[in-house]
C-alpha cells in the first residue's frame, strides 16, 4: 500500500506544480518556466518516493516498468489507479486557487488547464505521433539510467530524469502542450468537461494512446537494443 501511497502523492505533487504554472503564468512565463517546474516536480518527486514506490508518477513508464519486469501487472494496475486519482487530486487543488480570481482571470485559467489541447495544422493522428515520440525517448532513457548494470546512472537518476522531462517539454509544448503522460492530461480534461469546456478531452485519444504506445516501445527497445535488463 506505501508504494501506492507515495505514487498518488508523487504524482499529485507533479500536477499541482506542473499545471499550476501552465494555468497561472501561462504565455507570460514562457516554455522554460513551465517546463522547468515540471522537472523539479519530478526530481523532488524521485527523492521523496524513488525508495518506496520507484517514483513513476506516470501510467507510460508504469507500462514499461511492467512490460521489462520491474514491477508486477498486478502492482501495474495499482499505480494506475493511484496516479489517476493523483493527478485529479493535483488538478482540483489547482482549480481550487480559481476562487479567488476576476472572472476574466478565471477563463484563462480554464484555457492553461487544457492545455494539452493542439492547435491546427496539428491533427489528432499528428499529436498521437508527436506524444508517441516524445513519450518514447523519455521512457527509453528512464529505462537506461534506471537500469540495473547502471550504477552511475541510479546515482543521478532523480536529477537525470528531471532534466530529460524539462528538455522534452521544451521541445513539445508549442506543438501539443507536451502531456508525455495520460494521467497528467486525462485529470485536468475531464475537470474541464464539468465546467462546460470539452475541447480537450476531444482530443485526449492522442494523449493517451501516443504515450503508452511510446512507453510500451521504449521498454522493448531498452530491453533487445540497449540490454538494460539482467
Given at each position: 500500500m506505501r508504494k501506492y501511497i507515495a505514487e498518488f502523492i508523487g504524482t499529485m505533487i507533479l500536477v499541482t506544480f506542473g499545471t499550476g504554472s501552465v494555468v497561472f503564468g501561462g504565455t507570460s512565463f514562457g516554455a522554460m518556466p513551465i517546463a522547468l517546474a515540471f522537472g523539479f516536480a519530478v526530481i523532488v518527486g524521485a527523492y521523496a518516493f524513488g525508495n518506496i514506490s520507484g517514483a513513476h508518477f506516470n501510467p507510460a513508464i508504469s507500462l514499461g516498468m511492467a512490460i521489462n519486469k520491474r514491477i508486477t501487472w498486478r502492482d501495474f494496475l495499482g499505480y494506475i489507479v493511484a496516479q489517476i486519482l493523483g493527478a485529479f487530486v493535483g488538478s482540483?487543488?489547482?482549480?481550487?486557487?480559481?476562487?479567488?480570481?476576476?472572472?476574466?482571470?478565471?477563463?484563462?485559467?480554464?484555457?492553461?488547464?487544457?492545455?494539452?489541447?493542439?492547435?491546427?495544422?496539428?491533427?489528432?493522428?499528428?499529436?498521437?505521433?508527436?506524444?508517441?515520440?516524445?513519450?518514447?525517448?523519455?521512457?527509453?532513457?528512464?529505462?537506461?539510467?534506471?537500469?540495473?548494470?547502471n550504477e552511475l546512472g541510479q546515482q543521478f537518476a532523480p536529477i537525470a530524469i528531471g532534466l530529460t522531462l524539462t528538455g522534452l517539454i521544451v521541445l513539445g509544448v508549442g506543438l501539443t502542450g507536451a502531456g508525455l503522460n495520460p494521467a497528467r492530461s486525462l485529470a485536468p480534461a475531464v475537470i474541464l468537461a464539468f465546467m462546460g469546456s470539452t475541447g480537450a478531452l476531444t482530443n485526449m485519444a492522442a494523449y493517451i494512446i501516443g504515450p503508452l504506445a511510446g512507453g510500451a516501445l521504449a521498454a522493448v527497445a531498452a530491453k533487445y537494443l540497449l540490454k538494460t535488463e539482467d
Open positions: 482540483g487543488i489547482v482549480v481550487s486557487l480559481m476562487s479567488s480570481l476576476s472572472a476574466t482571470k478565471s477563463q484563462m485559467v480554464m484555457t492553461g488547464l487544457g492545455a494539452t489541447n493542439f492547435q491546427s495544422p496539428i491533427t489528432v493522428l499528428g499529436a498521437t505521433w508527436i506524444e508517441f515520440i516524445l513519450t518514447f525517448i523519455f521512457v527509453l532513457a528512464i529505462m537506461a539510467i534506471t537500469a540495473p548494470k
